[in-house]
């Protein structure tokens, strides 16, 4: 069974950065539209970025112009370069597929503050 295991979040203000990676167990980073989610608080999951199986990538028009996804399947990993972070990008980090294909990990915390 695949695992997925996300890293790189943490405390920031406002305008800061982060790189958040997201390793999975096997390779499928390729084969699949990997997907990056955000679960703000009190508010359901919600995918924010994705890149397709071509390589073609997608945004929330929230995140547009300051995320950017990216992935590397020699080291099974996805990842998400977080720009000039405003207050409203707080929340739990997951990745899956676009169809919640694996189980999900534990997420990483991004905490934005002014």
């Known amino acids: 069974q695949v695992q997925l295991v996300e890293s790189g979040g943490g405390f920031v203000q406002t305008g800061g950065s982060l790189r958040l990676s997201c390793v999975a167990s096997?390779?499928?980073?390729?084969?699949?539209?990997m997907t990056w989610y955000q679960q703000a608080p009190g508010k359901q999951r919600e995918p924010v970025a994705w890149i397709t199986r071509n390589g073609v990538t997608d945004y929330q028009d929230s995140v547009k112009g300051r995320f950017t996804v990216s992935r590397d399947s020699t080291e099974n990993t996805l990842y998400l370069q977080m720009l000039s972070l405003k207050r409203e990008d707080t929340g739990v980090y997951y990745c899956?597929?676009?169809?919640?294909?694996?189980?999900w990990g534990q997420g990483t915390q991004v905490t934005v503050s002014s």
């Open positions: 899956n597929s676009i169809a919640s294909s694996f189980p």
């Open positions: 096997s390779n499928i980073v390729n084969d699949y539209t």
